[in-house]
């Protein structure tokens, strides 16, 4: 507890190259560390580290993907086989990815926790104050996204706002509304105040006080305070600094890091020291050709949900997003369905070999795109509807609708054999004259399609409640939602904290 390895202070996760390429040099002890604005900045480079999918720890997409409807493990039968047990619901308190997400999220915890304990101690001669703001505000930030996430894959949680030795780590669970009302909340609103609206050069890809509002808004909606939801939405909305990519799928290609569209995205670069790659480039590609595992395999449910035409012309979208038969992979070749056991790929991790090729199929270069712009307009779009305002939200969801279908103006690919660029009549109409409770589908619909594969679906059935997700995972015959609306708290933690109660 009281050493920083220096390797942990050298993970930069928010875009900064200077430090990336330093070698390992030895220790600090926690005494001589914060004594300048440099050390500080690292130490919060390191609370980003446990948000990056450089680590096979961070199973994020398992929680969030292959536990709904959207997506089955994949991979070879038996490789892997607790993510198989998440998604069947056969999941005990000693699972692997349910002790590695507690242990990676906890860490980024302690780690802020040190940085918020530290860095107001450092000599105001040696810090610029309003760097040292801007870094409490950031680990603000990053404390209440990782409650965040532990509180809506475990339930009531252990909450430590300061460093503790481990002596002082026997805490039982607070109910969930308190790790919201009392952790992540009160957070959230500091780390609004202190962040900057924007970053420029090197400091592009940490928070901002537009991803605050936007964690704040999602925390909201997840609570049903819609008009907290909608206020903080709105913050984000009306910031100027985002708007809609004019083609979707350019936020999930190399070219489109960091975009207007991005509101807080997880870095990645290729080719680093230390490690700083994407591996999920390689958990989600085709075996032949490319060396990958072929997991979180799409579903035939999510590929249904996407809208046709009647003359059978898709929501663009739906290949934008998922690898399947009459497609092309993102190498460009054709679509081979034996390359998954449920006939899809999902596409939105993965990079073509041209970028990064089948030897470093594990050093991916794209950046995970936590909170988009898009989202940010679905929350302030569902608020409003459960405000019973339907009318104010229904051109929220139109701006994303009209940016899919017009796909067709925007990708010479989908320019027909003429060359004369036109949307498919009947493609993705806006939303008119539409009440309530089938605006409140057409929404939780949206989001679906929209943010499909961005590891966001699990946490959607569960809020939406008992009825919802059993019908959405009637499939999964062992998910009962009394029983497994959270996940189980690890075995080791339980051999570890004796306060905790069951």
Not at 418 to 439: E, F, H, K, R
């Amino acid at each position: 507890m009281k050493k920083y390895i220096l390797l942990l202070l050298l993970l930069p996760l928010a875009g900064c190259k200077d430090y990336l390429n330093e070698e390992l040099r030895g220790d600090f002890s926690e005494e001589s560390f914060y004594q300048n604005e440099r050390q500080a900045v690292l130490a919060i480079y390191a609370a980003y580290q446990p948000l990056s999918f450089a680590s096979d720890n961070n199973r994020l997409w398992v929680f969030g993907d292959v536990a709904s409807d959207d997506a089955a493990k994949g991979g070879d039968p038996g490789d892997q086989a607790d993510i198989g047990l998440v998604d069947e619901f056969q999941v005990f308190p000693n699972n692997g990815p349910v002790e590695t997400q507690w242990a990676l999220f906890y860490e980024g915890i302690a780690r802020a926790n040190r940085s918020l304990a530290r860095i107001p101690q450092i000599p105001v001669a040696n810090i610029t104050p309003a760097v040292r703001d801007r870094l409490l505000g950031e680990a603000r930030f990053l404390r209440a996204l990782y409650y965040f996430y532990l509180v809506n894959i475990y339930g009531p949680i252990p909450v430590s706002l300061e460093p503790k030795n481990p002596d002082q780590l026997q805490i039982t669970q607070s109910p969930v509304a308190d790790v919201y009302a009392n952790a992540i909340e009160p957070d959230l609103r500091e780390a609004i105040r202190l962040l900057p609206v924007n970053l420029t050069g090197a400091d592009v890809g940490r928070a901002t006080r537009g991803a605050a509002n936007a964690l704040l808004a999602r925390a909201s909606l997840y609570q049903g305070k819609w008009q907290q939801a909608l206020d903080a939405a709105q913050a984000v909305i009306t910031s100027g600094q985002y708007g809609l990519l004019p083609l979707y799928t350019d936020n999930f290609r190399q070219g489109g890091k960091n975009s207007r569209e991005s509101v807080f995205s997880v870095q990645h670069l290729t080719g680093q020291v230390p490690f700083q790659g994407n591996r999920l480039n390689q958990w989600f590609a085709p075996r032949p050709g490319e060396n990958g595992y072929f997991f979180d395999a799409p579903t035939t449910s999510f590929v249904n949900e996407f809208e046709k035409t009647t003359a059978g012309v898709v929501d663009p979208r739906l290949d934008y997003t998922v690898g399947r038969s009459g497609g092309r992979w993102v190498n460009g070749e054709p679509f081979d369905q034996s390359w998954s056991p449920t006939g899809y790929l999902n596409k939105k991790h993965v990079q073509p070999l041209a970028e990064i090729p089948a030897n470093l199929k594990g050093d991916g270069n794209l950046n995970y795109v936590m909170i988009r712009y898009a989202d940010v307009l679905l929350i302030a779009a569902e608020a409003l509807n459960e405000l019973n305002r339907p009318a104010e939200a229904v051109p929220l969801v139109n701006q994303i609708r009209k940016r899919a279908r017009e796909s067709y103006l925007n990708d010479p690919t989908l320019a027909p054999a003429t060359g004369t660029a036109a949307v498919p009549a009947g493609l993705l109409p806006d939303l008119t004259n539409i009440s309530q409770a089938n605006l409140r589908d057409a929404i939780r619909k949206e989001r679906r399609v929209e943010l499909g594969f961005e590891f966001h679906r699990w946490f959607d059935l569960m809020r939406y409640g008992k009825d919802y997700a059993q019908a959405a995972l009637r499939d999964k015959t062992n998910f009962n939602y009394d029983r497994n609306r959270y996940f189980p708290i690890p075995q080791s933690e339980r051999d570890t904290n004796k306060a905790l109660k069951f």
